[in-house]
């Protein structure tokens, strides 16, 4: 759609390692996105960019780190990961003033 | 008091139904407004945006009631492939900068 990949798309890793995902677009767009999605909790937000190096916090940042070094590149951190950030995740971008976000496909990430 | 609220559903319809979701929202600040599809295990994709005057795309009408603050969606000859979660979207405009809130959505179940 909006020329987004997130990678990997799957990933299953034990408690206590770092896990890196990517969010890769093509269109340019300022603003980027990570939200994670649980069953009863519908979308939440992780964290923010609104330019290169410019990121700040969502709702559910605790455990979370980001990084934009690129416009069309957006990183998840989980330094350790833990069973509660067994999750879907989901990058969007744009969602400016009154334009709507677009999704990427998701990363599936299970936490064991 | 969520910003954006949804009844959660489901709604159970059969085929040809014509069927009606309502989303309020709490802040007048609200600026833009959107109806998203989500599938299940897939990422929420853009079904429309709502405008003021009221919106029509095929089978699909979109409202606005900025008095009542509430936005609605209207599905008529409803299709076995209409099932999915529909998500109401308000993009919040201010001083310090905007922000998307996504409600949780309303699940449809088209039986034939």
């Keep these: 759609d909006a020329g987004i990949t997130q990678s990997p798309r799957h990933k299953v890793t034990e408690t206590g390692t770092p896990v890196t995902l990517r969010c890769h677009q093509t269109e340019n767009h300022r603003y980027m996105y990570w939200y994670r999605q649980d069953p009863g909790h519908g979308l939440r937000l992780i964290h923010y960019s609104y330019g290169v190096k410019d990121t700040d916090k969502g709702e559910v940042s605790d455990g979370y780190s980001v990084s934009r070094s690129k416009t069309e590149d957006f990183l998840l951190t989980l330094e350790s990961a833990t069973s509660s950030q067994t999750s879907v995740y989901f990058c969007a971008v744009g969602g400016d003033s009154n334009q709507p976000q677009h999704f990427g496909d998701g990363t599936r990430l299970s936490i064991l | ?112």
């Design chain 2, 1 to 112: 008091r969520k910003e954006v609220e949804q009844d959660p559903g489901p709604f159970n319809v059969p085929e040809g139904a014509t069927v009606a979701f309502n989303c309020t929202y709490s802040n007048s600040a609200s600026q833009s407004f959107f109806w998203y599809r989500q599938d299940c295990r897939k990422e929420p994709k853009l079904l429309m945006s709502v405008y003021s005057s009221g919106n029509e795309d095929g089978r699909f009408t979109a409202q606005l009631n900025r008095a009542s603050q509430y936005i609605s969606l209207l599905i008529r000859d409803s299709k076995l492939s209409d099932s999915a979660t529909y998500l109401c979207v308000v993009n919040v405009g201010g001083t310090g900068g905007f922000k998307t809130i996504f409600g949780a959505g309303t699940r449809l179940f088209v039986k034939a």
